[in-house]
Each structure stands twice: as C-alpha cells, then as structure tokens.
Nanobody, 122 residues
Framework: QLVESGGDSVQAGSSLRLSCKYSGWHYTGYCMAWFRQIPGKERERVAAITTGSGATDYADSVKGRFTISHDAAVNTLWLEMNNLQPEDTGIYYC??????????????????WGQGTQVTVS
C-alpha cells in the first residue's frame, strides 16, 4: 500500500514536499518513483530512485528543481519540489516495484501505485 500526501495549490516559484508512506512488502531491493498525470496526457515519470544503489533519475523538465529521496527506516519516499511552475500542475502518484536491474523500470513495470495527490501551480 502506498499513500501520498503533501499536494496543495501554490503560486509559481513556491516549493512543496510530497510524501509517500508505504507498507505491505519486504523486498530486498526495489525501485520507487514519482509520476504525474495531466488531464489528456500520458502519465509521466518525474523522478525515480533505486533503494539498493541509491541511484536517481529525473525527467529533463524537473532536473535541478525536484529531488527524490527515500528512507527505508520509516518506509517513506519524498519528492522535494522547488521553483514550481504552472506546467508542474497535475496529480502526483508514487509507485514501486521489486527491482534488481541496472536500468530504471518502464511505467508498465511498476506494480504498486498510490491514489495520487493533487498539485496545482498558478
């Protein structure tokens, strides 16, 4: 189970921190990610992290502004979002998959999804 929180309506240039509390699995290695979906568009992965190596990956549109982090001790994934822009508006989902490969998973390979949290930037 994945439960996101932290979404809000903010002005351009603001910051937000999304949280994703997870439970229900005990993988030795997995990949977690944040996706966002804008109405009429495909779900886009904005950031991912592998829990084994700590490797991260970001969409070009958020590089330098968003930071993904994870703490297995508290079963929480975060997304720190700075200098938010109107194009960052969307529903943000966290996702996870048991993962042991060097590449990052495709969207369809993620097995666990949260219910989403709305971020609106005006």
């Amino acid at each position: 189970q994945l439960v996101e929180s932290g979404g809000d309506s903010v002005q351009a240039g603001s910051s937000l921190r999304l949280s994703c509390k997870y439970s229900g699995w005990h993988y030795t290695g997995y990949c977690m990610a944040w996706f966002r979906q804008i109405p009429g568009k495909e779900r886009e992965r904005v950031a991912a992290i592998t829990t084994g190596s700590g490797a991260t990956d970001y969409a070009d549109s958020v590089k330098g502004r968003f930071t993904i982090s994870h703490d297995a001790a508290v079963n929480t994934l975060w997304l720190e979002m700075n200098n938010l822009q109107p194009e960052d508006t969307g529903i943000y989902y966290c996702a996870a998959v048991n993962w042991a490969w060097l590449r990052f998973p495709r969207t369809d390979e993620f097995q666990h999804w949260g219910q989403g949290t709305q971020v609106t930037v005006s």
